[in-house]
C-alpha cells in the first residue's frame, strides 16, 4: 500500500510563494507517476502537475505553467510543488496522489492519495 502524505500549505498574500511536499511510502517509486490535485470550495478537483518518477518528463494545467515547479528527489521519494506569484484562485486544498505507468490528468486513474494540505491565498 503506497501512502503519500502532503505538507507545506498554509496562509500567504497574493504574489508571495509556498513549496508543497509529498513524501510516498510503501511502493516501488522508479514506476510511479506522482500527481499533485487542487480542489476548491464548491469545485470539482482539478489537475494541477504530475512528474515521472524515472524520468524528467512534467506536465503543467494551462493555470499554473510558468508559476508552478514539480520535482523529485528520488533518495527521499519525496516529489514537490513550487508555487510562485500565487494568486487567490490558487486557493484550495491540494493533494499528491500515485499512479502507476504513464502520466494521466484524470484523477480516476490515480489509486493513491494523500490526506491535502490547505493552500490559502489572501488578496
Known amino acids: 500500500q503506497v501512502q503519500p502524505v502532503e505538507s507545506g500549505g498554509g496562509l500567504v498574500q497574493a504574489g508571495d510563494s509556498l513549496r508543497l511536499s509529498c513524501a510516498a511510502s510503501?511502493?516501488?517509486?522508479?514506476?510511479?507517476?506522482m500527481g499533485w490535485f487542487r480542489q476548491a470550495p464548491g469545485k470539482e478537483r482539478d489537475f494541477v502537475a504530475a512528474?515521472?518518477?524515472?524520468?524528467?518528463?512534467?506536465y503543467y494545467a494551462d493555470s499554473v505553467k510558468g508559476r508552478f515547479t514539480i520535482s523529485r528527489d528520488n533518495a527521499k521519494n519525496t516529489v514537490f510543488l513550487q508555487m510562485n506569484s500565487l494568486k487567490p484562485e490558487d486557493t484550495a486544498v491540494y493533494y499528491c496522489?500515485?499512479?502507476?505507468?504513464?502520466?494521466?490528468?484524470?484523477?480516476?486513474?490515480?489509486?493513491?492519495w494523500g490526506p491535502g494540505t490547505q493552500v490559502t491565498v489572501s488578496s
Open positions: 496522489a500515485v499512479k502507476a505507468l504513464r502520466y494521466s490528468a484524470y484523477d480516476g486513474e490515480y489509486a493513491f
Open positions: 510503501g511502493g516501488t517509486f522508479s514506476s510511479f507517476t
Open positions: 512528474i515521472r518518477w524515472s524520468g524528467s518528463t512534467t
